[in-house]
Every structure is written in C-alpha cells, then in structure tokens.
C-alpha cells in the first residue's frame, strides 16, 4: 500500500448526483448503486465511518470515473445506516470538512482515494461582520419572492457566527445548480466564498424579480380572460332569459371565426375588433345592433390583401387585344406598355386611363378586353346621371339605411382588391345641391393619392393604387378641368368604311349569327350587302346601329325560314338587303349633283363623330343686314360677322364698291335647322359661301374645308380633325381645305384615309377662295394686292374713321 503523507487521508469516495454535500451539513442520502453501497460498508467497517462525498459533473453517468467529477469534496461521517427492501440503502450524512482529491489510492469496487484537507482560511471580524449582514439582508429580500425559503430557515440562518459555518449553510439551503453551489465549494479562502455568493444571491434575487413581474403580467390577462369569459356566459343566459335563441349565439360565434380568418390591415383589425365587442353586448334585436352587423359584414366582404396573381405574358397580351377589336391602336399599345413596365417593376401605380370617343366604337368593350389580357376581374361602374357625391363616396353610419359608396361596392363584387375597374361615362355626371361627383373622383382617380381613399362609410383608409382605372367618355370639354387633369386621354377616333367592313365581318356578323341561333354556314353577307348597311341604312361613328341592322335581317330570315319550313343556305347581298331593311335611310354621298353658287361644304365634329356641314347664301336687295339662321350658337355667329367684315374689308380688291353691302341683305343657312351647332371651324366655309354668292362663282362641289377666320383673313387651327376627314372620306369628298397649323395633327389620321383624300394646307382666307371658287377662263381672283393684306382704299378709308 502506498504511503500517505500526515496531511493526507485515505477514504471510500462515493460520488453524488444532483447535489452538493457542504460542510456542517446533515442531510439523507438513498443510495442505489453498487459500487456507492461497497463504498459506504467499507466506510461503516474500517473508516470509523467517514466517507468522501464529491458531486459528478455530469449526472446522467450512471458509473462515473475520476475525470467525470469534481475534485473538491466534502468529508462526511455517516450518522445512520438503514437497509431498505428494494436493496437500497438510506443513510443520514453530516458534513465535517472540506477536502480535496489527490489521487486513487485503490478500486475495490468503488474508489480509494487519497484526500487532502482544504482549511477555509479567515478574514478580519469586521469584514466577515460585513459579509454575513450584506448576505443576509440578500437572503431575506430573496425569501421575498421565492416561498421555499421561509422566514424560520432566514432567521436561523442569521443567527449563526461562525463565518464558514454561515456561508456553507447558507448556499446548502439555496435552489441553486449544482454548478452553481460548486463554485462556493470550491471558492478557495472565505473572503472567496463570501463574494461569491453573494453574487449568486444578488442574481437570483434579479431573477426572482423579473420572475414576479412576469406572473403578475400573466395572472392579469388570465384574470381579465376568466373575468370575459364569465361575464359573456352571463351574457347568454340573460339573452336566452330574455328570449334570444341558440341560432343568435351560434351566429355571433360564426362571425368571431369569420373575422379571426380574415386578413386585414392594423387599422381595419382594431376597428373591427372594437365593433365586434360592442356587438356582443347589444340585444340582437335592437336597431343598433344591425347597424353594427351590418358594418361588421362590409369590412368583412371587402377584398383588403386578396389580389389576383398576374401572370404578364405580352404576347398574349396583345393577341386577345387583338382577337377583340380591330384596330384601336394607341389604347392597345398604352396598356401593353403599362405590362412591360410592370413585368419590370415589383410595384407600379396603377394608370388612370380615359377613352374618349363617339358612341359605339368600342370604349367599354375594351376595357373588358384590358381585363382579359391582364388575367384581372374586371369591375364596371356606370356613371352617368349620377349627381350625389355620396353615390362615390358612401354615406356616414349615422343615417338610416346608410350604405358604402359604388367603389366599395364594386370592390365587394370583385372580391379582389386589382381588378380593371371601368367607370364608364365618366362625362355624364351632374351636380346639384347634393355634392359634385366629379370633385369625389377627384381622390380615386389620383395615384398619390388613392392609396388611402376613404368612404364615409367605413371610415377607413382603402388601398385603391393596385386598381387599374379606365374610364370613359364622348367628350372631353364636359370633364372638370382639375378631373382630366389626372387622367392619360387616349382619343378613339370612329372607324372607316373599310374598318367597318372588317368589324362586320370578323366580328358582328359571327356574333349575330350564335345570338340568333344560326351557325356560320347558314347564312352568308357578301361585301356588297355590308357596304350597302354602312352607307345607306347607318351613318355613325362607331359600330352600334350597323350591329342592329344585322341582327335585323338575321331575325327577317330566321321567319322566313320557319313560314318554308326549310334550312337551306341563305346569301345577302347588296340587292337583298332593301328587301330585308326596307327604303334606305340616308343618301350615300351628300356631295351636291352640281356645283353650287352660294353653296360651301364645311366640316363639322360632333359627339358621335365628324359630319359635313352645308352653307348656303342668299343675297337679296335690302339695307345690309345679316341673317344666320340654322340654330347656331354665338360662336358660329360670331364667326359669321368676321367672315363678312373681312369680306368688306376686301372689297375693293374683289371688284367691289366700297358700300355694296348697303344695298343688300345676305342671309346665311346652315342646315339642319333643328340641330344646335355652334364653334369657331366653319368660318372659312361661310366666308367661302358669302364671296360665292356675291361673286356669283360656284364653289367646287367635291372640296370641303374646315378653319377658323380672323378679321385679318388668316386661317387658325381646329380641333377634332381626325373625325372631320373621316366626315370627308364617308362623303365622297375628294378634297380637304385645312389650317396649316393642323399638319401636326396629320400624324393622327390613318394613313388610308390621307392617301385616299387630297389635303391641302392653307393659312389665309384668300388661298381658300383661290381653291374652292370655279373661275371663268382668263379670271383671276385677288390679283391686285398681295393675300392676307388690305387694299389702299380701304386703308384711306380707315384713315378717316374718328377715334
């Protein structure tokens, strides 16, 4: 055996698991393991029984070796020994010093060790004092918030003197790790000790702290959850007490799951929330309740972050566009850009686009196929006639039978929040003394600023930016400035004859055909029948009449069809349609048999596209006044009085005398009478008229002109020209007299219709007579003074006029 040193020992060690033994320390141990039992026998019959008690530093090792505990121990001798039936042993240890391990002496089945005595050391009685008041004082605000320290154990804590003593009692009745209290153990001399836990102590205390505040926080929202919950069953008996049925409770329970499903903005969850609250409260059969419900059911059914995925395919695109509509190129082309930028772009406004155009060329048609082409819903909302503002906007909750305003609604019916959204006949709008519409559109149709539209109704912010806004209209100067000055103006023009000829073919006729139970090879239009439709039974912008006057004679030969009894082909050409249609309706080109005196062809725009405006003059013998007849506005009279006084101004230079208008009375018509007309355009044509009658020249039967007159006799440019030429070109005009200020917009007109009409630019009222009077051989016209200036008699005239 080897040969222990004086200051050394040699005992049975037993390791422990989950605690750690001090000194001065009595506690029971149940020990189950075998070598810890050999351990504890040998300790009882040859070690007067002191034994050597260390903590494993792991204790899910169920047979431990020398590197799997810590070194630092505690010698203890064991008090009582009591065998149990299960083989396992109870034994009552007391704790004596602290020791460390120096080495295995012998394993017998269990371990011999060598242990060396580890003294505590001291410290001055007046630091020591220091610690154990400081530690104490810890210890009892600690025992504050844990209950498994009582005010006894404190108390008899506080009452120890011996400093070692105080501390290993002190840390053997603390919950702390194992680790934890290890560290104390092991703390080398007992100033060490002290500080150590003491901060130990200090942290718990920290934790304790935060511990309490935590359980204080939970136990409210348990306590106010229970309180709830008992006061809503309170609820349901008072309400099955008073006559409220199971269904009333069932439904409320029905929309508490409905709005915890619901994705909803902050703002719209809180608002919704707070309804809701107030809702269980009230009797289900009172009037505030349903006006609550009903709030509750409108958030509800709003598509707030429901969005439908657009897949952007441009190719796609821009075959359904044109599977839809012919023609229409600008608006085709705006849309399909709007695509790639998105395709590039996470997020994009949605655009505010406006259709202006006459009726039936297809406004809203295309906006269902923008729809199509996007893969979006589509929404449409009427606008005209609408005068309330809170048709737009919704009325407040406080009125009777309050309801949210059309862009909500809508947005009910699309049940996603990107939909193409068309507010058609956005123009058509009035104002009374209940709001102006229009200034309501104001913040829908604005992209900074419609991402927080508010509806009086809800009264709360809703995000309209991802909605792509078409609207439409037949003119522009009816839309408020301030309104179309947030919108894109995209102009459809109306079609041609060819263009319409296309439409009937590829489109209106197919459709005619399945709506009136027909397949393709039944029936059959030529060419000529179409064309016959297009000049002589419809004379319109768009399409709209044109598709009546088919579906007209596919009605006409389906009863035909049904009197024979027989289902052979039928062909409709141009012959047979004054058969189908009766008498024609229009007279196909109004140019005149014969070239006209007095008779000037003027050009005209109006809401369903361009017309061609006759003038005729009359002179007769009189005083020299005028007279406009035709029902014109006093803009066009106006343009009248300068085209005369320009004439006089000229007078000289046309051969004139000075007062012939003295001696005459002109009188200018403008048929029809009964149609309102009016506009500054068709002041060259009646200055064209006046000349002709006074001159006697005819006016060239196949030219007409459009422009506005100055008293200097130059010619100022117009608006609407696209649907003036093709005015011209459905009239068989051959040649268009235009400002030359207007070749700008040449740029716009189908490249068709500028090849099949000859245009010509003109920038004075002298060109425009030069061109459309028929002169005899050997005249010619204004060849004293040079165009666009006075003559010197008039100019010596002028010079005697007092001012």
Same mark, same amino acid.
């Given at each position: 055996?080897?040969?222990?040193?004086?200051?050394?020992?040699?005992?049975?060690?037993?390791?422990?698991?989950?605690?750690?033994?001090?000194?001065?320390?009595?506690?029971?141990? /149940?020990?189950?393991?075998?070598?810890?039992?050999?351990?504890?026998?040998?300790?009882?019959?040859?070690?007067?029984?002191?034994?050597?008690?260390?903590?494993?530093?792991?204790?899910?090792?169920?047979?431990?070796?020398?590197?799997?505990?810590?070194?630092?121990?505690?010698?203890?001798?064991?008090?009582?020994?009591?065998?149990?039936?299960?083989?396992?042993?109870?034994?009552?240890?007391?704790?004596?010093?602290?020791?460390?391990?120096?080495?295995?002496?012998?394993?017998?089945?269990?371990?011999?060790?060598?242990?060396?005595?580890?003294?505590?050391?001291?410290?001055?009685?007046?630091?020591?004092?220091?610690?154990?008041?400081?530690?104490?004082?810890?210890?009892?605000?600690?025992?504050?918030?844990?209950?498994?320290?009582?005010?006894?154990? /404190?108390?008899?804590?506080?009452?120890?003197?011996?400093?070692?003593?105080?501390?290993?009692?002190?840390?053997?009745?603390?919950?702390?790790?194992?680790?934890?209290?290890?560290?104390?153990?092991?703390?080398?001399?007992?100033?060490?000790?002290?500080?150590?836990?003491?901060?130990?102590?200090?942290?718990?205390? +920290?934790?304790?702290?935060?511990?309490?505040?935590?359980?204080?926080?939970?136990?409210?929202?348990?306590?106010?959850?229970?309180?709830?919950?008992?006061?809503?069953?309170?609820?349901?008996?008072?309400?099955?007490?008073?006559?409220?049925?199971?269904?009333?409770?069932?439904?409320?329970?029905?929309? +508490?799951?409905?709005?915890?499903?619901?994705?909803?903005?902050?703002?719209?969850?809180?608002?919704?929330?707070?309804?809701?609250?107030?809702?269980?409260?009230?009797?289900?059969?009172?009037?505030?309740?349903?006006?609550?419900?009903?709030?509750?059911?409108?958030?509800?059914?709003?598509?707030?972050?429901?969005?439908?995925?657009?897949?952007?395919?441009?190719?796609?695109?821009?075959?359904?566009?044109? +599977?839809?509509?012919?023609?229409?190129?600008?608006?085709?082309?705006?849309?399909?850009?709007?695509?790639?930028?998105?395709?590039?772009?996470?997020?994009?406004?949605?655009?505010?686009?406006?259709?202006?155009?006459?009726?039936?060329?297809?406004?809203?048609?295309?906006?269902?196929? /923008?729809?199509?082409?996007?893969?979006?819903?589509?929404?449409?909302?009427?606008?005209?006639?609408?005068?309330?503002?809170?048709?737009?906007?919704?009325?407040?909750?406080?009125?009777?039978?309050?309801?949210?305003?059309?862009?909500?609604?809508?947005?009910?019916?699309?049940?996603?929040?990107?939909?193409?959204?068309?507010?058609?006949?956005?123009?058509?709008?009035?104002?009374?003394?209940?709001?102006?519409?229009?200034?309501?559109?104001?913040?829908?149709?604005?992209?900074?600023?419609?991402?927080?539209?508010?509806?009086?109704?809800?009264?709360?912010?809703?995000?309209?930016?991802?909605?792509?806004?078409?609207?439409?209209?037949?003119?522009?100067?009816?839309?408020?400035?301030?309104?179309?000055?947030?919108?894109?103006?995209?102009?459809?023009?109306?079609?041609?004859?060819?263009?319409?000829?296309?439409?009937?073919?590829?489109?209106?006729?197919?459709?005619?055909?399945?709506?009136?139970?027909?397949?393709?090879?039944?029936?059959?239009?030529?060419?000529?029948?179409?064309?016959?439709?297009?000049?002589?039974?419809?004379?319109?912008?768009?399409?709209?009449?044109?598709?009546?006057?088919?579906?007209?004679?596919?009605?006409?030969?389906?009863?035909?069809?049904?009197?024979?009894?027989?289902?052979?082909?039928?062909?409709?050409?141009?012959?047979?349609?004054?058969?189908?249609?009766?008498?024609?309706?229009?007279?196909?080109?109004?140019?005149?048999?014969?070239?006209?005196?007095?008779?000037?062809?003027?050009?005209?725009?109006?809401?369903?596209?361009?017309?061609?405006?006759?003038?005729?003059?009359?002179?007769?013998?009189?005083?020299?006044?005028?007279?406009?007849?035709?029902?014109?506005?006093?803009?066009?009279?106006?343009?009248?009085?300068?085209?005369?006084?320009?004439?006089?101004?000229?007078?000289?230079?046309?051969?004139?005398?000075?007062?012939?208008?003295?001696?005459?009375?002109?009188?200018?018509?403008?048929?029809?009478?009964?149609?309102?007309?009016?506009?500054?355009?068709?002041?060259?044509?009646?200055?064209?008229?006046?000349?002709?009658?006074?001159?006697?020249?005819?006016?060239?039967?196949?030219?007409?002109?459009?422009?506005?007159?100055?008293?200097?006799?130059?010619?100022?440019?117009?608006?609407?020209?696209?649907?003036?030429?093709?005015?011209?070109?459905?009239?068989?005009?051959?040649?268009?007299?235009?400002?030359?200020?207007?070749?700008?917009?040449?740029?716009?007109?189908?490249?068709?219709?500028?090849?099949?009409?000859?245009?010509?630019?003109?920038?004075?009222?002298?060109?425009?007579?030069?061109?459309?009077?028929?002169?005899?051989?050997?005249?010619?016209?204004?060849?004293?003074?040079? +165009?666009?200036?006075?003559?010197?008699?008039?100019?010596?005239?002028?010079?005697?006029?007092?001012?």
């Amino acid at each position: 055996m080897a040969l222990v040193s004086s200051s050394e020992q040699r005992l049975p060690m037993m390791p422990l698991r989950d605690i750690v033994f001090f000194p001065h320390m009595i506690a029971p141990l /149940v020990v189950g393991r075998q070598r810890s039992v050999r351990a504890l026998e040998e300790a009882m019959a040859n070690c007067d029984n002191r034994i050597f008690l260390v903590t494993q530093r792991d204790a899910a090792v169920e047979e431990p070796g020398v590197d799997s505990i810590y070194h630092v121990g505690t010698i203890g001798r064991v008090m009582q020994l009591l065998r149990l039936p299960d083989s396992t042993i109870k034994v009552l240890v007391e704790g004596r010093k602290r020791a460390r391990f120096v080495r295995v002496a012998a394993d017998k089945g269990f371990f011999f060790v060598d242990v060396a005595d580890e003294d505590v050391g001291s410290v001055t009685a007046s630091e020591s004092e220091a610690y154990m008041r400081e530690i104490s004082q810890a210890l009892e605000t600690y025992a504050g918030f844990n209950n498994k320290i009582s005010k006894e154990v /404190v108390a008899s804590l506080a009452a120890i003197t011996e400093p070692d003593k105080f501390a290993f009692s002190v840390c053997s009745h603390l919950p702390l790790k194992s680790a934890d209290k290890q560290r104390v153990l092991e703390g080398g001399d007992l100033g060490s000790m002290f500080e150590t836990l003491l901060g130990l102590i200090v942290r718990e205390v +920290e934790i304790a702290s935060i511990e309490g505040r935590i359980r204080t926080r939970v136990k409210r929202k348990l306590e106010k959850s229970q309180k709830d919950y008992y006061l809503a069953e309170q609820m349901k008996a008072i309400k099955q007490e008073m006559g409220g049925s199971e269904e009333v409770l069932s439904d409320l329970d029905e929309l +508490e799951k409905q709005i915890k499903a619901k994705k909803l903005p902050q703002e719209a969850r809180e608002r919704i929330d707070k309804e809701f609250g107030k809702l269980k409260l009230m009797p289900p059969m009172s009037a505030e309740a349903t006006v609550v419900r009903n709030y509750i059911d409108v958030i509800l059914s709003l598509p707030w972050l429901e969005r439908t995925v657009v897949g952007i395919d441009i190719d796609r695109a821009e075959k359904i566009l044109d +599977e839809d509509h012919y023609g229409l190129q600008r608006p085709k082309e705006r849309i399909l850009e709007y695509l790639a930028v998105q395709a590039q772009v996470d997020k994009v406004k949605g655009p505010i686009l406006c259709l202006v155009g006459p009726p039936g060329v297809g406004k809203t048609s295309v906006c269902k196929s /923008v729809a199509r082409a996007m893969g979006r819903e589509f929404v449409r909302l009427s606008l005209g006639g609408v005068r309330d503002e809170a048709e737009i906007r919704g009325h407040r909750r406080t009125y009777i039978g309050a309801m949210p305003g059309k862009i909500i609604q809508s947005l009910q019916k699309a049940k996603v929040n990107n939909p193409v959204f068309c507010l058609d006949e956005v123009d058509k709008m009035s104002t009374d003394f209940r709001g102006d519409p229009s200034s309501a559109l104001l913040e829908v149709l604005d992209p900074e600023q419609n991402s927080s539209f508010n509806d009086h109704y809800l009264d709360l912010d809703y995000d309209l930016s991802d909605i792509f806004f078409i609207t439409t209209a037949n003119s522009l100067s009816s839309i408020p400035p301030p309104l179309r000055d947030r919108m894109e103006i995209i102009k459809l023009n109306g079609y041609t004859e060819e263009d319409k000829l296309q439409i009937a073919s590829g489109f209106l006729v197919p459709k005619q055909l399945d709506a009136n139970g027909f397949v393709a090879k039944d029936i059959a239009f030529a060419k000529g029948a179409i064309i016959e439709l297009v000049r002589r039974y419809t004379r319109e912008a768009g399409v709209r009449n044109l598709e009546r006057e088919v579906a007209a004679i596919c009605r006409k030969i389906a009863r035909e069809r049904l009197k024979r009894g027989s289902s052979r082909r039928n062909r409709v050409t141009q012959a047979a349609v004054a058969r189908y249609l009766g008498a024609p309706r229009f007279r196909f080109g109004l140019v005149e048999a014969a070239d006209e005196i007095g008779m000037a062809t003027g050009l005209a725009w109006t809401e369903v596209g361009g017309e061609m405006l006759q003038i005729e003059t009359v002179l007769m013998p009189g005083k020299g006044k005028l007279t406009i007849t035709g029902k014109l506005g006093e803009v066009m009279q106006e343009s009248a009085q300068a085209a005369l006084s320009y004439i006089r101004s000229r007078s000289i230079c046309l051969g004139f005398s000075p007062d012939f208008y003295q001696k005459l009375d002109i009188h200018v018509h403008v048929p029809e009478g009964a149609i309102p007309k009016d506009g500054p355009s068709a002041g060259i044509t009646m200055a064209t008229s006046m000349v002709s009658a006074l001159l006697q020249y005819p006016v060239r039967r196949d030219l007409a002109m459009t422009g506005e007159i100055t008293l200097r006799g130059r010619v100022l440019p117009i608006g609407g020209l696209v649907e003036k030429l093709l005015a011209a070109k459905r009239g068989n005009i051959s040649k268009v007299l235009i400002p030359k200020e207007n070749e700008r917009d040449l740029k716009e007109v189908p490249a068709r219709i500028v090849k099949s009409l000859e245009i010509e630019l003109v920038d004075s009222v002298d060109q425009v007579w030069r061109r459309a009077l028929i002169l005899p051989e050997g005249v010619e016209l204004l060849r004293e003074m040079p +165009e666009g200036t006075f003559c010197a008699e008039m100019v010596d005239l002028s010079a005697n006029v007092t001012h």
